[in-house]
T-cell receptor
Framework: GAGVSQSPSNKVTEKGKDVELRCDPI?????LYWYRQSLGQGLEFLIY????????KSGLPSDRFSAERTGGSVSTLTIQRTQQEDSAVYLC?????????????FGEGSRLTVL | GNSVTQMEGPVTLSEEAFLTINCTYT??????LFWYVQYPGEGLQLLLK?????DKGSNKGFEATYRKETTSFHLEKGSVQVSDSAVYFC???????FGIGTKLQVIP
């Protein structure tokens, strides 16, 4: 597609359930990022992929959070045993290559609400 | 580590007022810096960037100059419009780190 696509756009789940959030980056972009946007917290870095590997997972808040990327393209962020504090908008971005000044292209995000 | 300190909002201005949103960056060396903007209901998009010290980034009437001495990259606009109402994020490329975001509301 022309831009970064994320799904679902909205997800409401019950505490304790697992959720999967998907990101389709722009074709050809090797770098892919996940961020979490919460009220009053700004943009919190979660994880970065270069190709299929994740050299920087330093932002994942707990072991309930994991992410993978396959074929150098689609990425899935999985949150296990969701908690209310996981409620946020999860943003995905891609760029040609990290470490340069290339523009990050963001998706519109997946809004997660944990009841 | 890398960190971005950004002026907290919300900021409310009248149309045609002067805008400044402060941003400072702490990192090893002098990474390229940027401002992203998130308009209501839209995804984040790059507003402007500066790749080295003393560079000025500009776009849509907004400007920011990378001050090496203070590692600051304050966003300015001489005359804001209602259409500038959005959330603005400062950040740096070294670890693609973003600040907390500053919500700007411009009233007619």
């Amino acid at each position: 597609g022309a831009g970064v696509s994320q799904s679902p756009s909205n997800k409401v789940t019950e505490k304790g359930k697992d959720v999967e959030l998907r990101c389709d980056p722009i074709s050809g972009h090797t770098a892919l990022y996940w961020y979490r946007q919460s009220l009053g917290q700004g943009l919190e870095f979660l994880i970065y992929f270069q190709g299929n590997s994740a050299p920087d997972k330093s932002g994942l808040p707990s072991d309930r959070f994991s992410a993978e990327r396959t074929g150098g393209s689609v990425s899935t962020l999985t949150i296990q045993r969701t908690q209310q504090e996981d409620s946020a908008v999860y943003l995905c971005a891609s760029s040609l290559q990290r470490g340069t000044t290339g523009e990050l292209f963001f998706g519109e995000g997946s809004r997660l609400t944990v009841l | 580590g890398n960190s971005v300190t950004q002026m907290e909002g919300p900021v409310t201005l009248s149309e045609e007022a002067f805008l400044t949103i402060n941003c400072t960056y702490t990192a090893t060396g002098y990474p390229s810096l940027f401002w992203y903007v998130q308009y209501p209901g839209e995804g984040l998009q790059l507003l402007l960037k500066a790749t080295k010290a003393d560079d000025k980034g500009s776009n849509k009437g907004f400007e920011a100059t990378y001050r090496k001495e203070t590692t600051s990259f304050h966003l300015e606009k001489g005359s804001v419009q209602v259409s500038d109402s959005a959330v603005y994020f400062c950040g740096g490329y070294q670890k693609v780190t973003f600040g907390i975001g500053t919500k700007l509301q411009v009233i007619p």
